[in-house]
């Protein structure tokens, strides 16, 4: 299939939680655990928050507005998706340059330019 012809046909999202041993910092403050939900469209994305308001955000609105679009119109498919969760749509994003990458038969790594080290 050529770029044009990638069309999502399903979202599946996978949250995961871990409970820190050692509390660490980031942009966000000071964590004890640990929250992600990785997005499969036969791409890989992934975007941490409060996990049940993003499995409900990706179930009522994300996934029902992604299926039948064009995996290629990421750009208008994030900006759509920013309106919304703006972490959710890095996700998508993720996972949509993911599957350009495959559909070119590169690596993503390929696709933003290639690897600086071995």
């Not at 990421?74 to 998706?81: E, F, N, P, S």
Request: hydrophobic fraction near 40%; aromatic fraction near 12%.
């Amino acid at each position: 299939k050529g770029m044009s012809d990638l069309k999502i046909a399903q979202v599946d999202t996978y949250p995961l939680f871990y409970q820190l041993t050692k509390p660490y910092g980031d942009a966000n403050g000071y964590k004890d655990s640990f929250g992600d939900i990785p997005i499969g469209i036969v791409g890989w994305g992934e975007c941490a928050d409060w996990l049940p308001a993003l499995q409900v955000g990706f179930d009522k609105r994300i996934t029902p507005f992604l299926i039948g679009k064009q995996a290629s119109d990421r750009l208008k498919l994030v900006r759509h998706i920013t309106t919304w969760h703006r972490r959710a749509a890095a996700a998508v994003s993720m996972a949509l340059m993911d599957i350009m990458a495959k559909s070119a038969g590169v690596s993503i790594c390929d696709l933003w330019g290639g690897k600086w080290r071995e």
